[in-house]
């Protein structure tokens, strides 16, 4: 315990390294999920198909067309969720907050439920996910803000919201029971149909979206000392609150849009980072975007990896990975408040 607990004040006296660390982390998985897979390739054939050496070789093709748009992905869902967790946690003062509780999960998937029931083709679904995530947010935040915008108005609207949702989503599925298998594969979640051409849209909103709340993270710091306090600093509460939510909306509807409703990042990475790294509001998001990214990485790795030549769906594994670390990280911050009272 005394080891871990020097270890954390360590990385948190020098954040740069720590958050250098991370990035190198992540590298090091990305470059693993080029390398691994149903067909093994070496460093050598990554390099070569990269730089465009032998564009029809078998090794260029799967690099190129399979595993680099997924570890793309990966990266930038991963990334966005878990600064959109961060956001959400910050601006509700609630640690267990994630993007499904102001309306992205349900939004996108009515939309995408849609989609396939009236026009199911493939190449809309991304589109139509985004589209739904930002309009269930849209909804949660006008609703919100015409009742006050208080914290619990947001949960309990995000929550009514998104049940309305689930009834539509159960509504339209029955109607059209062909629509249940498109939303199926979307709400497991998967990268296994992402394309270069379909993450650039993405790529841009998220890599907006996250320069423009690391740049207003001082913002979130003082937003996290409380309403009052905020208020008496001259932050104007409300607005930037809907402000915050609206980029967590942004980077989360993008990456939905590219990985399906995947369950844990937004939630459980900010936990992780916060614990190790602190609770500094620009450190928390740039190296929770890190973390997330790498999170997800190793976890579509594992689920091309684990039963090769079959693939499992990401969502599962995030579930069975992410689940006992979850539980284990409430019981370890069980116990350190409880350390805390005793002491």
């Not at 910050?90 to 499904?100: D, E, I, Q």
Request: proline residues 5%; glycine residues 10%; hydrophobic residues 60%.
């Amino acid at each position: 315990m005394k080891i871990w607990q020097t270890s954390c004040t360590r990385l948190r006296e020098h954040p740069a390294a720590a958050a250098a660390g991370l990035a190198a982390v992540t590298l090091a998985l990305a470059a693993a999920s080029l390398l691994l897979g149903a067909a093994e390739l070496s460093p050598a054939e990554v390099l070569a198909a990269l730089a465009g050496r032998d564009p029809n070789s078998v090794a260029a093709r799967v690099v190129l067309y399979a595993r680099l748009p997924r570890v793309c992905g990966s990266l930038l869902a991963g990334a966005a969720l878990a600064a959109a967790g961060v956001i959400i946690q910050t601006v509700l003062a609630n640690p267990l907050a994630a993007p499904h509780i102001i309306g992205v999960n349900a939004g996108a998937g009515l939309a995408v439920t849609l989609c396939c029931a009236l026009a199911p083709a493939a190449a809309l679904q991304p589109l139509a996910a985004f589209a739904g995530a930002m309009a269930g947010v849209v909804l949660v935040l006008v609703f919100a803000e015409a009742t006050g915008a208080s914290r619990m108005t947001l949960v309990l609207a995000g929550v009514a919201i998104s049940n309305l949702f689930t009834a539509l989503i159960d509504a339209v599925t029955t109607v059209f029971p062909d629509a249940l298998l498109g939303y199926a594969d979307f709400r497991m979640g998967g990268l296994a149909g992402v394309t270069m051409a379909r993450l650039g849209p993405a790529a841009v909103l998220i890599g907006a979206s996250l320069a423009l709340a690391v740049s207003l993270a001082g913002l979130l710091e003082i937003l996290s000392l409380g309403p009052e306090t905020a208020q008496s600093l001259g932050v104007a509460v409300r607005p930037v609150r809907l402000l915050f939510l609206a980029l967590a909306a942004a980077l989360a509807g993008a990456a939905v849009s590219v990985c399906g409703l995947v369950g844990f990042v937004g939630l459980l990475v900010p936990h992780a980072v916060r614990a190790v790294f602190g609770g500094e509001s620009r450190r928390l998001l740039v190296c929770s975007a890190l973390g997330g990214a790498a999170f997800l990485t190793l976890c579509d790795l594992i689920a091309r990896a684990a039963a090769a030549p079959f693939e499992l769906p990401v969502g599962t594994v995030l579930s069975v990975v992410g689940g006992p670390f979850f539980l284990w990280l409430l019981v370890r911050q069980r116990g350190g408040r409880t350390h805390d009272r005793t002491a």
